[in-house]
């Protein structure tokens, strides 16, 4: 639940934070969901008005990610900043 409320409140880090304190591995052996929630992190980024960090953010955490990710809602959100 306090990941839940972590993600709704805007404060992904916190969620991977305790994430990785429930179980050390779930974010290793499930890519797909740290892509996830790095996304997240990248929508929070925008919403903030924090654009030139969210582009570093988008360039340095998820491109090196997408190729294995990448959905179309991917393109668009980065695309929109």
Known sequence: MAVKKAVQSGNVEDAIEKVND???EILDTNPQLFFH?????LIELI???KV???LEFAQEELAPRGE???????VLLISSV
């Open 68 to 74: 294995e990710n990448v959905t179309s809602d991917s």
């Open 22 to 24: 429930l179980n050390p």
């Open 52 to 54: 030139e960090e969210a």
């Open 37 to 41: 929630l790095q996304q997240q992190r």
């Open 47 to 49: 919403r903030n008005g």
